[in-house]
């Protein structure tokens, strides 16, 4: 069993920059793939990034393609997202997860263990 712990959330005017990071404890987590999801109010939850277990691999939602990157540290077990150049678009809570299988997939289906989510909001 994985607990996941976001961090770092907050408020932010557009074009600014946000790094939220999750902490991880129990589990294996050096061979799950991450990654961070975010539901805004009236949406259905929607993939952001992913990193594979080896950090070699990662792949990320057109809407955040060159703004956001994804890390992890395999030894302080926390994958992080730094958020740049944000939009109020990108306003919503954000969610870490960790997919046992290790694929990285985009589809929230496919993860396993969730945090309980960091409200990032964005103000034009």
């Known amino acids: 069993q994985v607990q996941l712990v976001e961090s770092g959330g907050g408020l932010v005017q557009a074009g600014g920059s946000l790094r939220l990071s999750c902490a991880a404890s129990?589990?294996?987590?050096?061979?799950?793939?991450l990654g961070w999801f975010r539901q805004a109010p009236g949406k259905e939850r929607e993939f952001v990034t992913a990193?594979?277990?080896?950090?070699?691999?990662?792949s990320y939602a057109d809407s955040v393609k060159g703004r956001f990157t994804i890390s992890r540290d395999n030894i302080k077990k926390m994958v992080s997202l730094q958020m740049n150049s944000l939009k109020p678009d990108d306003t919503a809570v954000y969610y870490c997860?960790?997919?046992?299988?290790?694929?990285?997939?985009?589809?929230?289906?496919?993860?396993?263990?969730w945090g309980q989510g960091t409200q990032v909001t964005v103000s034009s």
């Open positions: 997860a960790a997919d046992r299988l290790g694929s990285g997939s985009s589809r929230t289906n496919d993860y396993d263990y």
């Open positions: 990193i594979s277990w080896s950090g070699d691999k990662r």
């Open positions: 129990g589990g294996t987590f050096v061979t799950y793939a």
